[in-house]
């Protein structure tokens, strides 16, 4: 009798994985799908690569008539496949920060340049000495809307590259000007 029940008992164990896990699988795949087009490609290719092996091995232990390796690999594909997701919307929205603010930096630096420029102490500088300050901004204007453009595009790298190099060329403009017309002293000493 008792050996009866082990029988039963094993024969519906195996039942349950005699054949492949086709469900698991699609579901395995449409995460990693889903996982794609969230942008895990680009911000979360460690965990989406794991992702892929992971069906792939599935697959091969479909080949090889193992369905419970299969099903394990298909759950272990699916959960790696939904966390590179969640990885890379979260990568995503915190380059997009960096790069806005790398943009709202350089923005402030070419019109702090300009402002200077303005200014009456820089005014009565030879024109050699304003310049290169007035070069710089005049060439920004163009590179900062085309940084605003690659933002909409989602091109946070490009726009990060863009904004960096102008922000250290307004610097250098800003530094050249004060060094030719230090900023008039606030106040007197007494």
């Known amino acids: 009798m008792l050996r009866a029940v082990a029988?039963?008992?094993?024969?519906?164990?195996?039942?349950?994985?005699?054949?492949?896990?086709?469900?698991?699988?699609?579901?395995?795949?449409g995460a990693i799908d889903?996982?794609?087009a969230a942008g895990a490609g680009e911000?979360?290719?460690?965990?989406?690569?794991?992702?892929?092996?992971a069906l792939a091995q599935a697959d091969v232990a479909v080949a090889a008539r193992d369905y419970r390796l299969a099903l394990s690999q298909a759950f272990d594909s699916r959960?790696?496949?939904?966390?590179a997701a969640k990885a890379a919307v979260?990568?995503?929205?915190?380059?997009?920060?960096?790069?806005?603010?790398a943009l709202a930096e350089a923005t402030a630096l070419v019109d702090r340049t300009e402002a200077r420029l303005?200014?009456?102490?820089?005014?009565?500088?030879?024109?050699?000495?304003?310049?290169?300050?007035?070069?710089?901004v005049t060439t920004a204007r163009p590179i900062l809307q085309e940084a605003r453009t690659a933002l909409e595009r989602e091109e946070y790298a490009r726009v990060r590259e863009m904004t960096t190099a102008l922000s250290?060329?307004?610097?250098?403009?800003?530094?050249?000007?004060?060094?030719?017309?230090p900023p008039?002293?606030?106040g007197r000493k007494r």
């Open 79 to 83: 959960e790696r496949a939904q966390n």
């Open 90 to 101: 979260d990568a995503r929205a915190k380059a997009r920060g960096n790069a806005e603010r």
């Open 168 to 181: 250290t060329e307004m610097k250098a403009a800003l530094t050249g000007l004060d060094t030719a017309a």
């Open 43 to 53: 911000y979360a290719a460690d965990e989406l690569k794991s992702a892929v092996d």
């Open 7 to 29: 029988l039963v008992i094993s024969l519906l164990l195996v039942g349950g994985c005699a054949e492949p896990p086709s469900k698991e699988m699609h579901q395995a795949q």
């Open 184 to 186: 008039a002293a606030r």
């Open 34 to 36: 889903a996982a794609k």
């Open 118 to 136: 303005k200014q009456p102490d820089v005014a009565k500088l030879p024109r050699r000495s304003i310049a290169p300050a007035e070069n710089a």
